[in-house]
């Protein structure tokens, strides 16, 4: 239930070539922008945190203007689609569109619109691709460098670095996750195993409770195998429940563990969901961490990180800080800031085909409990200059975290 329908920042985004996309008249273009607007506007997550009594005006007033330049042919349905999801100013509300700078590389074309300051650290190295690589950095520290939660990246491959490391001898580990744009949770937590030394926490999250949202779990839960009494008794569930902006995810956990094994859901087990919804606020804002085992395999470890890390990338770097006394976290910049509103799905728009995504949850708490406003700080700030190259290499700033480590 961590990550429904997942969409990472960096790495799954339709890289779709100007050419693919039909001509299409103004009509066209119109229904495009307005079929956005609405399905945001009725499902996206962070929607009552960004259009609130402050800001209902200027968003009402970018809504319309956008329209009327559609309308009048002065700009595509997808361009306008791009300034509408960047006013948001959140990294996982976007146009599912990138375009390339003339060296190889992409940038979001939502770029063009965000006003929050992003590093593009291929603007200045020679060259930024980190790439996966497990290897001995000294006889003492060894380096796992885990760019991508999702894609290149197996779970084998994750499994297979962690024994490379415990053949190795080394006592010290230095995990280098920059550049790691997110994915799913399931790829980093063999590596919070390794690194747990203790209980911690961290804020839960919220499903905004809409109609589209509320068909995605009911599917979910039936392709999980749940009875059909169970799926039958929460569809049942749900006209109780229209009314109720957002659902905890600790709730769904709840129903999930305690009546998946009913072989008939009465109207108290429905009701006592419903009581336990409206008494959900203490009990669900947080998310507990603990595992049975503690490994022995690390004296000290190290988490590189840089502006680059996003999503679950950055749901690492809070589930290891939370649990990891053992472990520092070293960087030059913070990470993006991309967390607050997740579970996204790409959503395609019926002229252009262009998609763009849609958050299903947010953070409880927000603002107090958010990091989008700023990305999460290194606990060191590396006081060297950007390495010349990132991809495969032993670069200038794991040698200095190595020799820290081994101080």
């Known amino acids: 239930m961590e990550r429904i329908r997942l969409v990472s920042l960096f790495l799954l985004m339709s890289l779709i070539a100007m050419a693919q996309i039909p001509e299409l008249s103004v009509e066209q273009h119109l229904e495009d922008y307005d079929y956005a607007v609405k399905y945001l506007e009725d499902n996206y997550a962070g929607y009552h945190n960004k259009v609130v009594d402050s800001t209902r005006a200027d968003y009402e007033s970018m809504k319309s203007r956008l329209r009327v330049q559609v309308q009048q042919g002065e700009r595509t349905g997808w ?54 690589v497990a290897c001995k950095v000294t006889d003492k520290t060894f380096l796992i460098r885990f760019p991508s939660c999702y894609g290149d990246i197996s779970l084998e491959w994750v499994e297979g670095s962690i024994k490379t490391f415990r053949d190795s001898g080394c006592e010290n580990l230095v995990l280098d996750i920059r550049g790691n744009g997110g994915g799913s949770d399931t790829y980093f937590n063999p590596y919070w195993e390794l690194l747990y030394d203790h209980e911690g926490c961290v804020p839960g999250v919220e499903y905004r409770n809409s109609t589209e949202h509320r068909s995605m779990l009911l599917k979910d839960l039936q392709d999980s195998g749940m009875p059909q009494a ?65 490994s022995d395999a690390v004296r ?108």
């Open 79 to 132: 361009d306008a689609v791009a300034q509408y999801t960047a006013w948001f100013e959140d990294l996982h509300t976007r146009l599912c569109y990138n375009v390339g700078d003339g060296k190889g590389n992409t940038k979001p074309y939502n770029s063009k619109y965000w006003t929050r300051e992003r590093i593009y650290y291929s603007d200045y190295m020679q060259e930024y691709h980190p790439k996966a």
């Open 230 to 294: 169970f799926t039958s008794g929460i569809q049942a569930m749900f006209p109780m429940i229209a009314g109720i902006d957002y659902i905890p995810q600790g709730l769904i956990r709840y129903v999930v563990s305690h009546l998946n094994d009913a072989q008939n859901l009465s109207m108290q087990d429905l009701m006592g969901v419903l009581s336990k919804l409206a008494q959900s606020g203490d009990e669900f804002s947080k998310f507990t961490l603990h595992l049975d085992h503690v």
């Open 300 to 407: 000290k470890a190290a988490l590189i990180i840089d502006n680059g890390i996003a999503s679950s990338g950055e749901m690492m770097v809070k589930t290891i800080k939370a649990t990891s006394s053992r472990t520092m976290v070293y960087g030059r910049d913070n990470t993006s800031g991309c967390l607050d509103f997740s579970n996204c799905y790409e959503v395609e728009m019926p002229n252009s085909h262009l998609r763009f995504t849609c958050p299903m949850t947010r953070t409880i708490g927000l603002p107090e409990t958010g990091i989008d406003a700023t990305g999460i700080a290194p606990d060191v700030r590396i006081p060297l200059p950007l390495p010349a190259r990132l991809t495969d290499n032993i670069d200038e700033w794991t040698i200095w975290v190595a020799e820290q480590l081994e101080k």
